[in-house]
């Protein structure tokens, strides 16, 4: 069984790396040498590009919307940057000229003009949609399974970022999860944690406002107005939490 097991996975990673260059199949393995370049190379020059061309003109904006909801000084940088990456996100989706994807493969023709596969991965980037997560099964503080709130969907997913925060089994984060193959995802740097103690009514809120602004908003519209909604829940149980201290 082990054996033909490793034969599938074998023919999944050669179909991956021949696929339609329009077409990133999330569930497919890899070949290890391009899912090292993607990971490490392609990934952090990408990362770099877009903060060097769009971070310091969006930033005024970013303090200023972690200033009105009173992000505690210790998690303003996982929110700030979160937001920074979901802005690029939007804007992409409205206008595909603005797309930092688009821009990237452009300036970087030479070298991905044989790499169909990395550049329908880039675009997975745009593609992809800030959400809220339930963290579920935890194999370490690295590894561990998430449920799309919106959607009640598992996915599997690992955190590279050494500094990130260590999840708590239960508690809610928010961010942009990248497909990486083989079924399995990561954010690109860290989630932004809410506080667990505030878990279960930023929960409902969530769901509640989602289908509030659903009605009038795109799904990528409507995730700025559920984040400041629960935003404002997390820092009225915060001062709860310290008036009864």
Excluded at 33 to 54: G, P, Q, S, W
Excluded at 156 to 172: F, L, R, S
Excluded at 212 to 227: I, N, P, S
């Amino acid at each position: 069984m082990k054996e033909k097991n490793e034969s599938i996975k074998k023919v999944l990673e050669f179909s991956q790396s021949k696929t339609n260059r329009k077409q990133f199949r999330h569930d497919y393995p890899i070949p290890k040498e391009i899912r090292d370049e993607m990971m490490t190379e392609i990934y952090a020059d990408f990362t770099k590009y877009v903060t060097l061309c769009h971070y310091d003109q969006l930033h005024p904006q970013l303090h200023e919307f972690s200033e009105e909801h009173q992000t505690k000084p210790d998690k303003r940088g996982a929110l700030e940057y979160n937001l920074f990456w979901s802005i690029i996100n939007y804007l992409a989706d409205e206008n595909s000229e603005s797309s930092c994807v688009e821009d990237y493969i452009a300036e970087n023709y030479l070298h991905l003009k044989t790499k169909p596969l990395i550049t329908s991965w880039l675009r997975e980037w745009d593609k992809a949609i800030p959400k809220f997560y339930y963290v579920g099964y935890k194999y370490n503080d690295r590894s561990f399974v998430v449920v799309d709130m919106l959607e009640n969907k598992t996915l599997d997913v690992i955190v590279y970022n050494q500094d990130a925060v260590p999840p708590k089994k239960g508690e809610i984060v928010m961010g942009i999860l990248i497909p990486e193959g083989d079924a399995l995802y990561f954010p690109i740097i860290d989630f932004y944690h809410f506080d667990f103690t505030a878990r279960e009514e930023i929960g409902r809120h969530i769901l509640y406002y989602f289908e509030k602004y659903l009605k009038d908003f795109t799904l990528r519209e409507a995730f700025f107005h559920v984040l400041s909604a629960a935003l404002q829940v997390e820092q009225y149980f915060s001062k709860e939490h310290t008036s009864s201290q």
